[in-house]
């Protein structure tokens, strides 16, 4: 059994939550304060370029400048165009009343505003702050840009219709599939690919995508789209370089490009994002945001559910009764959560299902880690109830055990639940090696069999022609039946262990590359064989037909010349009229149609293709 010292250690290690992933330990709060900065870096140049459209003095700092409402009320008087009074003081209560109106207007403009309070903004609250530039960005950049198209288009999802708008624009850019607004956008071909699919005047595309670095990729598209598209360059290339960019970045910048670049979506476009392969409803960053907004809301917002096992347990002077009733939830939760894991099931064995089953589990570690912090709460005050020493030797001995069983249970599920998920990786990861190894090989196969087919001639009669056609509809079933296996590792899960550094990434990044290219080879390959044998094919049938038209005007013509006298003749005129009878039947204009059909199809016959 675990003793009081083994339950202090373990306390100090959930004094900082962590994220586990990928066998990589991830601080949240490292990464939420990287968000954060990129955000207000990005969210700071979008206000700018609204000021400078409105005639106002930039702002230097998000968090500071809003605080007293007069730079916000400024900002939405260039939205809304109306001149908005305000307060003339500097105090705390003129301030609040500032924001208040503006939250007012925002309102009134049918603006989403969640959980977002004036003080909050007068206290520089930097999340809410974010928060309430993107709902103003959400409403004016976004959603009032599309309101026409997604009204003519009879939707209401403007992700979804922005998302269809760059598919149909990067269709014919084999290196481009964006499926999401994170990191689709990360090696900087979509943004060039975006602008070039509709201003293929800017720049050669070749000489872009060929580019070593992502950073370079993404520097050229800023860049060009503020030099031609007028489009300010809201957007860091180093911030958008990395593994998961910020999504509400992202989406601001291509809200833009949309705004100046031709709108015409088809419903087609629209059907296509909508039969995508689900995503995990949230990136990895995003959950832990959103698991931080959840806590935040918690511990502030008087939520009187879990004011009992929260950080609230450790704000009040903590008795038994307190513990006791913070333990139950904890356990409570424990043993459901044990549940949970267990409902997961086996692994399976097709790769779509354990995709699936990787982004379950993923978001079952991010509640795991998002309860970290409750379950030390309870140890933590349980330690304090024992240091004390108000408690009787019975009760303090209670605690100890269910301490340890609650230490025990908590460390117990959190390692099965990172084996599960270390299996999950490992699992996923070999299927789709296996695909990849699969997919090489019948390449491999099939460039051997173009390559013998070509080697081959075409014809030389009708019926090896159509065995040729037969045997290239097979070559298409086996393409047709391969393209199910490249869509799904186009849609291939990557996770890459920190420990393998940029070269187990940049390898298997040049493989995908190489693969793509020869699958469309092959494809390139099949469509032009199968123009050519059709035209060869339409070719044979024509001249069947005019050798069916010649055979039957030949025994006609046999027909006539075996009337024809040839002897026995009274005079010459009945000589002469036999003559010129048989002149009619000879040359026909029918046998040079025949020929010339003939010569027509000759060159394709007898050779290689």
Known sequence: MQGKDDVLHYLDLLQQPTYWH????????????????VQKKTFTKWVNAQFAKFGRHYIDDLFNDFRDGRRLLELLEGF???????????????????????LQVLQKNNVDLVNIGSTDIVDGNHKLTLGLIWSIILHWQVKDVMKNIM?????????????????????????????????S?????????????????????????????????????????????????????????????????????????????????????????????????????????????QRFSEQYLDAPEDRSFGSSLMEVEVDL????????EVLTWLLSTEDALQAQGDISSDV?????????????????????????????????????????????????????????????LRVA??????????????????????????LAKTEERTKKIESEP??????????????????????????VRVNSLTHMVVVVDESGGDKATAALEEQLQDLGDRWAAICRWTEDRWVLLQHILRKWQQFAEEQCHFDSWLTEKEDAVSRIHTTGFKDQNEMLASLQKLAVCIFPFSFFVLLSSFVSLTPHLGSAS
Request: contains cysteine.
């Open 22 to 37: 990928d066998g990589v330990t991830r601080k949240a709060a490292g990464m939420e304060d990287e968000r954060e900065d």
């Open 80 to 102: 809304t165009g109306q001149k908005l009074a305000k307060e003339k003081g500097s105090t705390r209560v003129h301030a609040l009343n500032n924001v208040n109106k503006a």
């Open 151 to 183: 009204a003519g288009l009879q939707q209401t999802n403007s992700e979804k219709i922005l998302l269809s708008w760059v598919r149909q624009s990067t269709r014919n850019y084999p290196q481009v599939n964006v499926i999401n607004f994170t990191t």
């Open 185 to 293: 956008w990360s090696d900087g071909l979509a943004f060039n690919a975006l602008i070039h699919s509709h201003r293929p005047d800017l720049f050669d595309w070749n000489s872009v995508a060929c580019q070593q670095s992502a950073v370079q990729r993404l520097d050229h598209a800023f860049n060009t789209a503020k030099r031609h598209l007028g489009i300010e360059k809201l957007l860091d290339s180093e911030d958008i370089a990395t593994a998961y960019p910020d999504k509400k970045s992202i989406l601001m910048y291509v809200t833009s490009l949309f705004q100046v670049l031709p709108q015409q979506i088809t419903i087609e476009a629209i059907q296509e994002v909508e039969t995508l392969p689900r995503q995990s409803k949230v990136t990895r960053e995003e959950h832990i945001q959103l698991r931080h907004q």
């Open 321 to 328: 009764d307190s513990y006791q009733t913070a333990l139950e």
């Open 352 to 412: 779509e299902e354990v995709k699936e089953q990787f982004h379950t589990h993923e978001g079952f570690m991010m509640e795991l880690t998002a309860h970290q912090g409750r379950v030390g709460n309870v140890l933590q005050v349980g330690s304090q109830l024992i240091a004390v020493g108000k408690l009787s030797e019975d009760e303090e001995n209670e605690i100890q055990e269910q301490m340890n069983l609650l230490n025990s249970r908590w460390e117990s």
């Open 417 to 442: 639940s990172m084996e599960k998920q270390s299996n999950l990786h490992k699992i996923l990861m070999d299927l789709q090696n296996q695909q990849l190894t699969q997919l090489s090989d019948w």
């Open 458 to 483: 075409l014809g030389p009669d009708l019926e090896d022609l159509k065995h040729q056609v037969e045997e290239h509809k097979a070559l298409q079933e086996d393409l047709e039946q391969e393209q």
